[in-house]
């Protein structure tokens, strides 16, 4: 029996990790910590495959202006030397989950070129994008 139902698949996004903290304690390096995160954004519960780390050189809160500086598994990131170049540096943390491979295209290409500099609304436009297919 074949069912021709169109159905959508939406992407629901993992909470956005508390706790973020930057420690520069030897006004070298960033070292930036938070938790884990263990429920989506409707309370049930996720496991992330990551957390995308963005920075921003200026206190705007607009996604535009921060930047992909990595990805992890971990719940802690070092940005090395950052304080020895940058009077200030803001950053984001996102959780995400890579339901069908978009998100380690997006990643590889942006780690590959790092002058493109990936924005966080671009990224949120990557995990938003909806897929739709066919039941069967």
Do not use: C
Not at 68 to 82: A, D, G, N
Not at 99 to 126: N, V, W
């Amino acid at each position: 029996i074949t069912n021709a139902s169109p159905f959508s698949i939406s992407y629901v996004p993992p909470q956005t990790p508390s706790g973020l903290t930057v420690d520069t304690s030897n006004n070298v390096d960033a070292v930036l910590t938070w938790n884990a995160v263990t429920q989506t954004i409707y309370d049930t519960p996720i496991t992330p495959d990551g957390y995308i780390v963005l920075y921003n050189e200026t206190p705007y809160a607009d996604e535009q202006f921060y930047y992909f500086l990595t990805e992890t598994s971990l719940l802690s990131y070092t940005h090395q030397r950052v304080a020895r170049f940058r009077d200030q540096m803001f950053y984001r943390v996102l959780a995400y989950k890579d339901y069908d491979g978009r998100m380690a295209e997006l990643m590889a290409s942006a780690k590959a070129d790092p002058e493109r500099k990936l924005s966080l609304s671009e990224l949120r436009t990557a995990l938003n994008t909806e897929s739709r297919g066919t039941a069967k």
